[in-house]
């Protein structure tokens, strides 16, 4: 059966790409957030991950206001990088694996969920990003892939219960996969951040804190919270932490902090990194 080797979190702010373009990794602005990756390329050439399963928001390049989609996983042969997130360069291709796309897709809809299936999808910064992050320095991408999108966007928005539990069958379908892929999750979006209306800037850095200690101490805390009482503490856009709360979900009831990162401000947002492992 497939193994889960563990899960990254990470923040995709776009101004992530124009430092990676422009090379500003070093730069003392910069280098606070990258710094936080070292642990995590150590720890990648080790688990040697086959496949990324990687749990995002789409920003419209899918899916747009008239029509967005609860959840949406992709299930074709390749993606391509149709938004340079202004400023990383356009990326080669990420090779899919489409019969894993599909067998969790069987899973979640058996397990009562209804996701829009995608056999043609691009991806956009809140996927390349992370992925440029992880693999800085390949030509060709070291692992398969396998993109689940979550709406963060338009309400009304699933709720961060449901998004756990999401992930919990993402996990389950993921084990139950014969043969011996080594999988890894990444949930990317937040930490909190608002980037509009009265409270454009707001960051909430006690939440932030409680919530990445929560995913190792308590990782059901935050399905607690209404996504109303979510958006009060973390903002607007900081609501993306469904995807961390959804890929924390796919390691079981247990899992360890192997590192961790928080960095703030990158572009008027909390810039959060977690690795876990089950």
């Avoid at 642990?39 to 990687?54: G, N, S, T, Y």
């Avoid at 340079?84 to 899919?96: A, D, K, M, N, S």
Wanted: proline share 7%; glycine share 8%; with cysteine.
């Amino acid at each position: 059966m497939a193994t889960i080797v563990g899960a990254v979190t990470t923040s995709h702010v776009p101004s992530i790409g124009g430092a990676i373009a422009r090379h500003q990794e070093g730069s003392d602005y910069w280098k606070p957030f990258f710094d936080g990756f070292d642990a995590i390329h150590a720890w990648l050439r080790e688990a040697k991950p086959d496949v990324a399963v990687v749990i995002y928001n789409d920003h419209g390049l899918n899916f747009f206001l008239d029509k967005m989609p609860t959840f949406a996983v992709g299930a074709a042969g390749e993606y391509r990088n149709a938004d340079e997130g202004w400023g990383i360069p356009v990326l080669p291709p990420f090779p899919g694996d489409p019969a894993l796309s599909w067998h969790i897709i069987e899973t979640l809809v058996a397990r009562e969920f209804d996701p829009v299936t995608c056999q043609e999808m691009l991806v956009d910064h809140a996927f390349t990003l992370p992925m440029k992050l992880l693999y800085p320095d390949v030509e060709a991408w070291p692992v398969k892939s396998v993109p689940i999108c979550i709406n963060t966007v338009q309400h009304p928005l699933p709720s961060a219960a449901r998004c756990y539990r999401l992930g919990q069958a993402i996990g389950d379908a993921i084990r139950a996969w014969p043969g011996d892929a080594r999988v890894l999750v990444v949930g990317t979006g937040g930490l909190s951040h608002q980037l509009d209306g009265k409270r454009a800037g707001h960051i909430n850095k006690d939440f932030d804190l409680k919530f990445m200690e929560s995913l190792t101490e308590d990782p059901e805390w935050a399905t607690r919270f209404t996504n109303r009482e979510l958006i009060a503490e973390v903002g607007t856009q900081g609501i993306e932490l469904l995807m961390w709360l959804a890929a924390r979900g796919t390691l079981g009831p247990r899992a360890r902090r192997l590192h961790s990162n928080y960095h703030i401000p990158i572009s008027n947002t909390a810039g959060g990194t977690m690795l876990l492992a089950a």
